[in-house]
């Protein structure tokens, strides 16, 4: 039972801009932990999207973005394309958990 | 060019034990703290263990304690995972992924050995 709870899809159009949220506690998001967050095409490993709350790894489009408040954090994609119709994961650090890096529950993206 | 090479899954019975490897390659292996993440069919990921560079600070999801060992061989530039006492929902995806240890992402992963716990 993961602590990040994020909606299990999400969907749009090509264009559209669509956000998936990632909900924690005082304990991990909400004690000042980053949150970071990777993409997962079908049958392939996780690439990191975004780390440290908002920043993009050389390479990223920048219609990826991130942004964190309190205890949630939050993945926007304005300009959807077909080709990221994929798994997101967010994920950051537990205290309660000792040592604990932690995922979120993840998010299907599909492009309609 | 960063590389993580996976190895070691296949076909195991319940109770049985497998030793899961992690070629590095492209960086200062010695450098970095390394994790180990798994992925059960159709399910999200979780976090199994990270071991630090240098073998100094261990740690191990609850679900894995007291089974699984994390180690590294940082002279072969390979991390390890053994795992014993193996049940069904240990059955996944075994993936090793390189630790930004200053803000503690992961940016690089292997792709993945899968593990099947089946009698």
């Known amino acids: 039972q993961s602590v990040l709870t994020q909606p299990p899809s999400v969907s749009g159009a090509p264009g559209q801009r669509v956000t998936i949220s990632c909900t924690g506690s005082s304990s991990n998001i909400g004690a000042g932990y980053d949150v970071h967050w990777y993409q997962q095409l079908p049958g392939t490993a996780p690439k990191l999207l975004i780390y440290?709350?908002?920043n993009r790894p050389s390479g990223v489009p920048d219609r990826f973005s991130g942004s964190k408040s309190g205890t949630s954090a939050s993945l926007a994609i304005t300009g959807l394309q077909a080709e990221d119709e994929a798994d997101y994961y967010c994920q950051s650090y537990d205290s309660s958990l000792s040592g604990s890096s932690v995922f979120g529950t993840g998010t299907k993206v599909t492009v309609l | 060019e960063v590389q993580l090479v996976e190895s070691g899954g296949g076909l195991v019975k319940p109770g049985g034990s497998l030793r899961l490897s992690c070629a590095a390659s492209?960086?200062?292996?010695?450098?970095?703290?390394m994790n180990w993440v798994r992925q059960a069919p159709g399910k999200g990921l979780e976090w199994v263990s990270s071991?630090?560079?240098?073998?100094?600070?261990?740690y191990y999801a609850d679900s894995v304690k007291g089974r699984f060992t994390i180690s590294r061989d940082n002279a072969k530039n390979s991390l390890y995972l053994q795992m014993n006492s193996l049940r069904a929902e240990d059955t996944a995806v075994y993936y090793c992924?390189?630790?930004?240890?200053?803000?503690?992402?992961?940016?690089?992963w292997g792709q993945g050995t899968l593990v099947t716990v089946s009698s």
């Open positions: 440290g709350n908002s």
């Open positions: 992924a390189r630790d930004d240890s200053e803000w503690g992402y992961f940016d690089y």
């Open positions: 071991i630090s560079s240098s073998s100094s600070y261990i």
């Open positions: 492209g960086f200062t292996f010695s450098s970095y703290s």
